[in-house]
């Protein structure tokens, strides 16, 4: 790339462009943005030379060469206006990463859930295997301290995200699918629209390219029969599947609510895996892992080493910490699977503690559309309280009662509390010593985590 572009970003704050961003600093080109509200990966990107607006304006165009712009910014916004108007190329991310990408070993990872997480383990492991990969993850990697880096080889692992088609940009070397399950009604109406899109996503593999899925998840194994329809490599892996390429072998529990296991490649023991983070489901990613590392011809005890010290991404089962004898943890949590999936590693984790949740709703949308699923994805909790949808990109429907929603949960100890403000004070006066919260949130209940948190910490000083 041109070192002497300037690329300004319309919503550089978030997690997607603001990981553009980091890369084509590292690269040697100069970044400005704006966003409507600040951020901590905004403050991250102020911290290694990029100019930050808070507000849009045309003059923040002024001195651009291009334009990317967020999902969630639309052709009314004056940037965008401003742009065009000077004929500058203004980009959605789809349409740039083959511009940005150009030249990599792409190993893409997606899937309805899981995908944040396994890209970070893999991005984790290839650098602790001095790869020196380029990565782009849709959080903060715990082992990394960032989101994204331009990397210095060939390799480049991506979160390849179905929301808007950002993946059918991608022309990947391995693409890696944790699971196939509806999701984004707004964008998706039907799962069958939500399955091509994956379809589409493995056409766009390279000629030579490897297509990695988890036959434990119907989406994902109807993904492997159409990539073999269409005469593509496939590699499969699951806990135990006869057809299975990858499995695994002596799974049993570990420390911290984890599990540990042989990874097998047939009939071959490859490396014992220990994963730290919880659950089941992270076994599995770690598998998947695993998979890449032993298509790449690594070495699959020091991949295995590398995952058994992976710490985790942010706001995936992060432990914001214990104060007053109350442990908070914020999950991004938002689909009824991913409840389950969260509510069952935390008991495994905290046995004999009980289990608050508080969930923020994440678009009106997906709130109706898996109604019933999540009515029947809290059973694992032991008190359950409620907020308004956090609406993100959608107007809120006529006749939408969230209150009525959430009297359906069918759990004993369920409430509805309308605002963040009024559940924090909810909390305060309900939680006990020895209770675990976990905030579960693709919006902005982090900042009730954040305020919660330090009310819990003043507490404690004052009682000494």
């Known amino acids: 790339m041109n070192a002497r572009q300037t690329t300004h970003f319309i919503g550089i704050g978030g997690t997607g462009l603001s990981a553009i961003a980091r890369v084509l600093v590292e690269r040697g080109e100069h970044v400005t943005g704006s966003d409507l509200e600040d951020s901590v990966l905004a403050k991250s990107l102020r911290q290694i030379g990029v100019t930050v607006n808070i507000g849009h304006s045309a003059s923040h165009v002024n001195g651009a060469t291009r334009v990317i712009r967020s999902s969630a910014v639309g052709e009314d916004n004056v940037e965008v206006q401003a742009a065009r108007l000077k004929g500058l190329q203004v980009f959605k991310r789809s349409e740039f990463l083959g511009e940005l990408l150009a030249g990599q070993q792409v190993i893409a990872v997606a899937g309805s859930h899981g995908k944040t997480t396994t890209t970070a383990m893999i991005a984790w492991m290839l650098t602790a295997l001095n790869q020196k990969p380029g990565y782009i993850i849709g959080a903060v990697a715990q082992n990394l301290g960032n989101n994204a880096a331009a990397g210095a080889g060939r390799l480049f692992v991506i979160e390849a995200d179905e929301y808007d088609y950002m993946f059918l940009g991608l022309s990947p070397k391995i693409a890696l699918v944790t699971n196939v399950e509806h999701d984004h009604p707004d964008l998706f109406p039907t799962a069958g629209d939500f399955q091509s899109a994956f379809e589409k996503f493995v056409d766009r593999l390279q000629p030579d390219g490897v297509l990695i899925a988890c036959s434990e998840d119907p989406g994902a194994s109807e993904l492997l029969t159409y990539a073999r329809s269409i005469g593509g490599q496939i590699r499969i892996y699951s806990q135990s599947h006869p057809f299975s390429d990858y499995w695994m072998k002596n799974l049993k529990p570990a420390e911290a609510g984890g599990y540990s296991f042989i990874a097998m490649h047939g009939s071959k023991q490859l490396a014992e895996v220990k994963p730290k983070v919880p659950g089941f489901h992270n076994a599995l990613n770690a598998l998947g892992a695993m998979v890449v590392a032993d298509l790449l011809g690594l070495s699959v005890a020091e991949a295995a080493m590398a995952l058994s010290d992976f710490r985790g991404a942010g706001r995936r089962f992060e432990e914001r910490g214990e104060a007053n004898g109350i442990?908070?943890?914020?999950?991004?949590?938002?689909?009824?699977?991913?409840?389950?999936?969260?509510?069952?590693?935390?008991?495994?984790?905290?046995?004999?503690?009980?289990?608050?949740?508080?969930?923020?709703?994440?678009?009106?949308?997906?709130?109706?559309?898996?109604?019933?699923?999540?009515?029947?994805?809290?059973?694992?909790?032991?008190?359950?309280?409620?907020?308004?949808?956090?609406?993100?990109?959608?107007?809120?429907?006529?006749?939408?009662?969230?209150?009525?929603?959430?009297?359906?949960?069918?759990?004993?100890?369920?409430?509805?509390?309308?605002?963040?403000?009024?559940?924090?004070?909810?909390?305060?006066?309900?939680?006990q010593s020895g209770d675990v919260l976990i905030v579960m949130s693709a919006g902005n209940a982090i900042d009730l985590s954040v305020e919660l948190f330090d009310s819990l910490k003043e507490m404690e000083e004052e009682h000494g």
Request: hydrophobic content about 40%.
């Open 327 to 431: 442990l908070i943890v914020d999950d991004y949590a938002h689909h009824p699977t991913e409840i389950r999936s969260t509510l069952s590693a935390a008991r495994r984790r905290y046995p004999g503690r009980r289990l608050w949740v508080l969930w923020q709703p994440h678009t009106y949308s997906r709130t109706l559309s898996l109604r019933k699923d999540f009515e029947l994805a809290f059973q694992d909790a032991d008190h359950v309280m409620a907020t308004e949808v956090y609406a993100s990109r959608e107007q809120q429907p006529a006749g939408f009662d969230m209150a009525s929603i959430a009297a359906s949960i069918q759990h004993p100890s369920s409430q509805f509390v309308p605002s963040l403000n009024e559940a924090q004070d909810a909390l305060l006066r309900q939680l």
